[in-house]
């Protein structure tokens, strides 16, 4: 069991470096180093590694709680270790004993940042495709791989990357490798100059290497089954609490700014404008963070039980979470911004800084596009004929 005091702790320590670094590394579109550093020496890279590898063996509830916290400091850094997380629960749930044991207890002690390479030309961030193949010569594997998108892919220690199984291999016969950053050549492709989430760099990379076979995680061509028990539930609700912890943060923010006898003189906190723009604001709030307790118990409670997190159901649960998630959070904020109006919402050096946040919540529809979920949803409505509801 994790202990809950080491854990607010920790978070209390890592915090104010996210607060303090977030405005440069937005304004100049740099990678979080003082925020990653501080996460590594504070041991929650390793929160899903379980304690008998040197974890703080925490659970996705942990994670959804942490993500929240981070993300009111700076959604950039935030998402960074969200990815890392869930590129760890992959590992937890699905590497061989062997790369287990050599590759947990270093993400515990924060050597090991891990990179996600799921990206590929043509395919954008489908994951359950591949198109570069795995070579294999004897009991090496050999593989070239063009990524358009890798999160915080030029600081990694270590990649999590998916390649079609073999040149003669469906492409949805996908295959997951760890790859160490001294096993790999990189060559930076196009940089990261993006609207908002400029602190996450995830500029292009082409990689190459030569990996030992035992770097296989779970079965070869079988990464549909990593995807279906860990990436994509996990990625899910930690992205979405990060978004709901930014959403959360700027509201905080701006009723503070409401309540004080120092507001800006064109927001009337007793005019029923006001009241009405404040309650459609937390209703989307109240509604994304519903939800997203209510997927995190049923993923928590099918983990707990032992069970597979296949099934139409859950499946349109998490991906309705995303969506929904993604949506109401950058509308809350959207309507945070018209309430406070062009000095205190629209400027750059407000102190409530909620154009960066609108800025970095338009990216959540397109971080896995809410359009292909939105196809998959329906899809998977069709298959669920009892209508099972969150």
């Known amino acids: 069991m994790i202990d809950r005091n080491d854990l607010q702790d920790a978070v209390d320590r890592v915090l104010p470096v996210l607060v303090e670094e977030a405005r440069s590394v937005d304004a100049e579109a740099r990678f979080p180093e003082a925020g990653l550093k501080a996460l590594r020496d504070s041991g929650l890279l390793g929160l899903l590694v379980p304690r008998d590898h040197g974890g703080l063996g925490g659970h996705v509830g942990d994670l959804v709680a942490v993500a929240q916290e981070l993300a009111s400091g700076c959604l950039s850094t935030a998402m960074i270790w969200a990815m890392h997380c869930q590129q760890s629960d992959a590992l937890v749930r699905f590497a061989s004993p062997g790369l287990g044991a050599d590759l947990l207890p270093r993400i515990a002690r924060g050597q090991l940042y891990l990179g996600s390479v799921t990206t590929e030309p043509g395919k954008g961030g489908h994951l ?25 892919g030029g600081h990694a220690d270590g990649f999590l990357i998916t390649m079609r199984a073999a040149p003669d291999a469906a492409e949805s016969e996908v295959t997951l490798v760890y790859a160490d950053r001294d096993q790999l050549d990189l060559v930076p492709r196009k940089a990261w100059d993006t609207l908002g989430m400029r602190g996450t760099q995830s500029g292009g990379l082409f990689l190459s290497g030569a990996l030992p076979i035992t770097q296989i ?81 049923e993923v928590l409670a099918r983990r ?69 979920l939105l196809t998959s949803i329906g899809a998977l409505t069709l298959m669920d004929r009892g209508v099972n509801l969150a």
């Open 217 to 297: 995680v779970g079965d070869v061509g079988d990464f549909r089954r990593i995807a279906t028990e860990s990436m994509a539930p996990v990625g899910h609700l930690a992205w979405s609490a990060c978004w709901l912890g930014t959403a959360r943060a700027a509201l905080t923010g701006l009723v503070t700014q409401v309540r004080s006898p120092n507001r800006p003189r064109g927001i009337d906190p007793r005019s029923d404008l006001s009241l009405e723009r404040l309650a459609r604001i937390r209703m989307d709030l109240e509604l994304a963070g519903g939800y997203l307790h209510r997927v995190q118990e």
């Open 128 to 152: 359950l495709t591949g198109g570069a193949p795995l070579q294999r010569a004897s009991d090496t594997l050999l593989l070239e791989r063009e990524a358009p998108v890798v999160t915080g």
């Open 304 to 372: 707990s039980e032992g069970a597979s997190l296949e099934g139409p159901a859950l499946q349109i649960h998490l991906n309705t979470l995303k969506v929904a998630v993604s949506e109401l959070t950058h509308r809350s904020v959207d309507r945070m911004v018209q309430l406070a109006g062009l000095g205190l919402g629209y400027s750059r050096d407000a102190p409530l800084h909620l154009e960066r946040d609108l800025r970095d919540l338009r990216s959540a529809a397109l971080n896995y596009a809410n359009d292909r």
